[in-house]
């Protein structure tokens, strides 16, 4: 499903951990294994069974390794969050870059794509982010930023069109947060609880794109 979208980012949280921690000292790449593991547990079976036990099953190590780089499951999770959120703005900003007069497909673009291929973590961002408060206020800032890079396009587009101050700012960021979040519910119904009928309209993943490309246009138009 949309594997077509998964292209950018390139490659998972995970992925990414592997590729960053290679040739690192050992304690970089333990760490980023535990990390890595924890990706694999969320993965499979969401936070409610991410334990200490199970880390350090996938991640091949003992208990006691585990402590000397996390205090406790809650110090693992805000930690491997907090790294998430910093990766997916670097996706959302160099996918700004290429269009920043027009922002909205090729971001939603890499959105989609960090989505599918970070559900577990994804899932800890969108409906389990109370308990982790560096987490929290990452993806706070991550969401701010970008409502204001696509309010910054909607203010230069309509000032290209002779439309310029026909909607004040605050209206502009606050329909911002709104599609946001209706984008939010739309991709963890299809990828995260994968409802059929949801499913079954989008096989097609630049249909899933054009419509959720669409939703930002129209939302944030005069």
């Known amino acids: 499903m949309l594997t077509a979208l998964t292209a950018t980012p390139a490659l998972s949280y995970a992925e990414h951990l592997a590729t960053a921690s290679a ?5 970089e790449r333990t ?11 969320l993965d499979r079976s969401g936070p409610r069974d991410l334990t200490v036990s199970s880390v350090c099953e996938a991640a091949g190590i003992s208990n006691g390794t585990f402590y000397i780089y996390f205090a406790d499951r809650g110090a693992l999770l805000d930690f491997l969050l907090t790294g998430f959120v910093d990766f997916l703005q670097s996706a959302l900003r160099d996918a700004s870059a290429t269009r920043p007069d027009d922002p909205s497909r090729a971001t939603t673009r890499a959105y989609v794509a960090a989505f599918a291929r970070n559900r577990g973590l994804m899932r800890c961002l969108v409906h389990h982010l109370d308990s982790f408060p560096e987490a929290q206020s990452a993806f706070q800032t991550l969401n ?47 990828l995260l609880s994968q409802d059929p009928t ?15 490309t669409l939703i930002w246009e129209r939302g944030m138009a005069p």
């Open 23 to 27: 040739g690192r000292p050992k304690g």
């Open 31 to 41: 760490q980023a294994q535990i990390q890595i593991a924890a990706c694999t547990v």
């Open 144 to 190: 701010r930023e970008w409502m204001e890079t696509v309010v910054a396009a909607a203010q230069r587009k309509m000032q290209r069109t002779g439309q310029a101050g026909r909607i004040s700012r605050p209206e502009l960021l606050r329909r911002a947060y709104a599609l946001g979040g209706m984008i939010d519910q739309y991709l963890s119904t299809l």
């Open 198 to 212: 949801l499913t079954a309209v989008s096989g097609d993943p630049e249909a899933v794109l054009e419509t959720l």
